[in-house]
């Protein structure tokens, strides 16, 4: 909870020295907690049934693309970049989401 707290807080870069400065535990517990592993849909899934309360839903697949260069990078290859409107080099990305359709909202569930 504390990390969510310090999100919209902290100025500039977020890094776990940042958030050792501005919370309550020092930085090593940031990093500890931070490799450990995290449910992220079933959180988002949670937190979506309090927020959307539409009876009407749908999922939402977005495809995008985040710009890499370098030879060190896993997994990079050519992506269709819809803004440029061409395949770039760089990382592919699917954005998994949640809409609620009669009160027109939406919460991401998953990144991959």
Request: with cysteine.
């Amino acid at each position: 909870m504390q990390t969510f707290i310090l999100y919209p807080v902290i100025p500039g870069r977020i890094n776990f020295l940042q958030l050792g400065r501005y919370g309550k535990s020092c930085e090593q517990r940031f990093r500890r907690n931070f490799s450990k592993d995290f449910d992220w849909p079933e959180f988002n899934l949670s937190l979506s049934d309090r927020m959307l309360t539409g009876d009407r839903k749908a999922i939402a697949i977005d495809p995008g693309y985040i710009s890499k260069s370098g030879k060190n990078t896993p997994w990079i290859g050519y992506f269709r970049s819809g803004a440029a409107g061409q395949a770039k080099r760089g990382l592919g990305i699917s954005g998994i989401s949640l809409i609620d359709v009669d009160n027109k909202d939406c919460i991401s569930l998953q990144a991959v």
